[in-house]
């Protein structure tokens, strides 16, 4: 505005001199587009290589338990380096360009006060010269017009200079935006239908009717085919070897994936019918990766149900085996637990876990191999507020240590992707399968095992052995 309005007094006072005094705009206009082109690959690289940074230093102190025992130090020191190095060089490559842009920027927008100054400074003694500037009114410059002229360009000058600052920061700005808003425009690939209704009064039915899976469109079956159904009150497991597909199945429930065919029904009706919000409230889910939020102990207990009162946060802690370890700490539920609970033991992380769930009071319960990652006396304590919470809900559990379903209503064997056998503890040890098999191996029967059975173990092993981490 302030460029605008000077323009506007200046033409009026004097077309002439105005012209001389604006003769430098449109090198700054040509600079300027010159300077964005240049710049914005350059700060495009200076936010790639803040993220790699950033990534490099999170991953180190992330795993230093790992880079100390291994005596990596020096090898990680190295790595920072290199992404501080390349940090370094990208933020030099846009400070070269802008050290010479702005100052350009400068000189240019002088010139015009410059020329402004010499030009006006020579017609008040001799006269406009002939030319295009003829009938401006440059042949009659005053010297009262020439100071005004010469105080107003300097007001004009300044906001010119000022036009370099806006452009490095809008453009540094741009190439942060870019990033940012790069990741809030994908796409949700999981979403709620317009027709989704809300998933109400949960009694708990569970029906996988053909439901077949792939990762991509395109891609290799993950799951094939799974059929089977849980009552309101059962408890369904699933075993097999790793990389079967349990896991996958069981995400397929929550829909943190959808169904590449078939469907899954809750109480008779398609997930992919009913409100997300509304069937993840339904389903409760703890798995063997326990992740806490730096916070305190009750934070972490309330997440999912954050208007729960005191009194129920220590009632879920309690039927979790958790209030005992709580009170022994040293500001009790108000303790914080570090980033990831890195102050709290698996297993007591575990059971935070655990009554975060019987907080959530879900009618469905899915247990992903929740107590393979501790020791036997704390997978003793675990298992009793796994019981306590599965007690009258729907619960479908994952386990590698077959122990832990032996009273499942029914136990699914997956392998491959596919249910290769079904039935109770007692029928699938009758049939002499892959459960029986994989019962032989936990009873420490390994030497009276089929020596096919060993060998496909070991082919599986080496092909990495897992699709889902299930």
Do not use: C
Not at 82 to 101: G, I, P, Q, W
Not at 172 to 191: H, T, Y
Not at 343 to 352: A, E, F, H, T
Request: no cysteine; aromatic share 8%; glycine share 10%.
């Amino acid at each position: 505005m302030t460029v605008v309005g000077v323009a506007v007094i200046l033409f009026s006072l004097n077309a002439g001199l105005a012209v001389v005094a604006l003769v430098a705009v449109p090198l700054l206009v040509a600079f300027t587009l010159w300077f964005m082109r240049a710049v914005e690959p350059r700060y495009a690289a200076v936010r790639s290589s803040v993220g790699r940074l950033n990534t490099r230093l999170e991953n180190s102190l992330s795993g230093i338990e790992l880079v100390k025992t291994t005596n990596a130090e020096e090898y990680e020191n190295r790595r920072v380096r290199a992404a501080s190095e390349e940090y370094h060089r990208t933020n030099m490559d846009v400070l070269k360009l802008s050290y010479f842009y702005r100052p350009g920027m400068e000189l240019l927008a002088g010139l015009s006060f410059a020329a402004t100054f010499v030009a006006g400074g020579l017609w008040l003694f001799t006269g406009a010269p002939p030319g295009p500037l003829a009938g401006t009114g440059a042949e009659g410059l005053e010297v009262g017009v020439f100071v005004t002229f010469v105080l107003l360009t300097q007001r004009f000058v300044a906001p010119l200079a000022q036009v370099s600052n806006i452009v490095d920061w809008y453009e540094n700005a741009k190439a942060s935006g870019e990033r940012v808003f790069g990741l809030m425009d994908v796409p949700a690939r999981i979403s709620d239908d317009p027709d989704a209704a809300e998933l109400t009064e949960v009694r708990g039915d569970v029906a996988y009717d053909g439901v077949s899976f792939a990762y991509e469109e395109d891609g290799e079956r993950v799951l094939s085919d799974l059929t089977f159904s849980a009552a309101a009150g059962d408890t369904v497991a699933l075993v097999g070897p790793t990389g079967a597909g349990k896991s996958t199945a069981l995400k397929l429930l929550l829909r943190l994936y959808d169904v590449t065919e078939g469907e899954i029904r809750v109480d008779g009706r398609d997930v992919r019918d009913v409100r997300l919000a509304s069937l993840r409230d339904a389903v409760g889910y703890v798995g063997q990766e326990t992740f806490l939020f730096d916070g305190t102990i009750a934070e972490n207990v309330r997440y999912g149900r954050f208007d729960a009162s005191d009194e129920e946060v220590v009632r879920a802690a309690t039927a979790a085996e958790a209030h005992d370890f709580i009170t022994t700490l040293p500001d009790g539920y108000d303790t914080r637990v570090g980033e990831r609970g890195v102050k709290l033991s698996g297993g007591q992380r575990q059971r935070i876990s655990i009554a975060r769930t019987v907080l959530q009071d879900p009618a469905i319960l899915v247990l992903d191999e929740a107590t393979s990652a501790v020791d036997t006396e704390t997978e003793l304590l675990i298992q009793r507020s796994l019981d306590r919470l599965a007690a009258d809900r729907t619960t479908f559990v994952i386990a590698h240590r077959l122990s832990t379903v032996r009273d499942a209503d029914l136990i699914l064997v997956l392998d491959r992707g596919r249910i290769v056998e079904r039935g109770t503890h007692e029928e699938l040890l009758a049939r002499d399968g892959l459960y029986a098999k994989l019962w032989g191996v936990q009873a420490g029967t390994i030497e009276e095992l089929p020596r096919a059975f060993v060998e496909r173990a070991k082919r599986r092993g080496a092909n990495g052995g897992a699709a889902d981490g299930g």
